[in-house]
């Protein structure tokens, strides 16, 4: 059975729906479409080391706004 099948069966949000929204929210909190890309895995196979490693120095910069946003986003469901 599929991921998205036994999602389904469970009435729960499918996983895909959940990657739109952390992407969606990461480009309204100024991060670049590339870097939202990058934390969420979606790289290029053959990303040559330097930009891999500027992509990551730059979500290493960027993570934070979207950690703050889920922490307050918790703290409102608490």
Known sequence: MSASHYYSRLN?????????FAFDKMVSLDVPESVA????GR?????GARH?????????????????YLCRLRSKLS
């Open 52 to 68: 891999y490693m500027a992509l990551r120095r730059q979500a290493d910069n960027f993570y934070g706004r979207y950690a703050d």
């Open 43 to 47: 790289v290029a196979k053959r990303i």
């Open 12 to 20: 729960l949000v499918a996983p895909k729906y959940l990657r739109k």
């Open 37 to 40: 890309d990058f934390m969420e």
